[in-house]
């Protein structure tokens, strides 16, 4: 196990709503099969872990999104112009810079919003950028963007930011909604960036959510001791498995934690949750796209797309998106 994985775990209790969680958690655990929010991976634990993920060997996504933008992002930017980047689910902002050092470049960069909901490290993100980027307006903004998107005054034109494939983790109708809050935000000059996974070799899918290494099931199980901590439930984490797999007729990736036997789990709150051996918690989808899919979800999320950029292995794809009707 890598040395930074035995980071003990903050508290998110600052910035993770209390009774949010619990009526999210009370809903998923009464779903059949039941299921938890993703979005509760990423205390600061979960963030650190996943950024273990992106460098493993199997992780393709990483990779091949980081080499597109590296090869595309000077285009991308000379079509924009941005004055401003708002990255949504920010994380560390690895990529961040590609983009930053491109509008840079071109005269443009004056400001950056990266939106994340683990304001810890969100912050810790934002000062490592002050100091590379002095002159940058850099101003986080914690908080959840699949509920509302609260950003501060932006230079335009501005280029929003989301990447990671982390448009995956939503179903269409869910994935639509977001768009459609990005586009209202958005002016008729600003662009929208997109990082897509695409439909490919199943084994090769697989593989990149079940390493080697046990990091992605490390990270899977994070989420039961976010409502250990948060909700004093009293899962026992060696009692659940990690487990995904690729859905070829839905072309999505379900993650899930296996019980491997019959169980009751106490939660404050909300009672006694039974688990019979072998059955289930879903706690992330991955979809995978292809153009038609992107563009079927742009137009009814208020966008159009403009440029369609893949890698030559066809892995991954930038999809850039400009708003059908502003809201200004």
């Known amino acids: 196990m890598p040395e930074s994985m035995d980071v003990a775990a903050h508290t998110i209790t ?34 650190e872990l996943f950024e273990l993920i992106t460098q493993l060997p ?13 090869a595309r992002v000077a285009e991308i930017v000379a079509t924009v112009r941005p004055r401003s980047l708002v990255e949504l689910g920010a994380g560390s902002a690895s990529k961040t810079r590609i983009i930053l050092d491109a509008m840079q470049a ?18 810790e993100t934002a000062n490592r950028l002050r100091e590379i980027y002095p002159k940058l307006e850099i101003t986080a ?13 932006l230079e335009r034109p501005t280029l929003f930011a989301f990447l990671g ?7 269409s109708e869910s994935a639509v909604r977001i768009l459609r809050r990005i586009a209202a ?5 600003d662009g929208f960036l997109l990082g897509a996974d695409l439909r490919k070799e199943p084994a090769v899918i697989e593989a990149a959510y079940n390493d080697r290494a046990g990091v992605t099931a490390e ?3 994070n989420i039961l001791r976010v409502l250990n901590r948060e909700l004093g439930a009293n899962f026992d984490l060696a009692a659940f498995r990690h487990r995904a797999f690729y859905d070829r007729d839905r072309h999505r990736v379900e993650m899930h934690l296996d019980s491997d036997r019959d169980q009751t789990v106490f939660i404050p709150e909300i009672g006694n949750v039974s688990f019979s051996e072998g059955e289930s918690i879903r706690t ?7 153009r038609a899919s992107i563009e079927a979800i742009f137009e009814r999320g208020g966008l159009r797309l403009e440029q369609w950029i893949t890698d030559a292995d066809e892995l991954f794809a930038l999809a850039l998106g400009r708003p059908v009707r502003s809201a200004f």
């Open 14 to 47: 600052a910035r993770i709503d209390r009774g949010e969680l619990l009526r999210d958690v009370s809903r998923g655990l009464a779903l059949k099969p039941k299921e938890l929010d993703p979005k509760y991976f990423y205390d600061d634990r979960g963030s």
């Open 58 to 70: 199997e992780y393709y996504l990483t990779r091949s999104e980081r080499e597109l933008l590296l």
């Open 106 to 123: 071109a005269g443009t960069g004056e400001q950056y919003v990266p939106v994340d909901v683990s304001r810890n490290f969100l912050e």
């Open 141 to 153: 903004a914690a908080g959840d963007f699949t509920r509302q998107l609260k950003l501060p005054w």
């Open 165 to 171: 494939s982390t448009i995956g983790n939503f179903e």
């Open 185 to 189: 935000q958005m002016c008729p000059d």
């Open 219 to 221: 990270f899977n199980l």
């Open 284 to 290: 992330e989808l991955s979809c995978k796209y292809d």
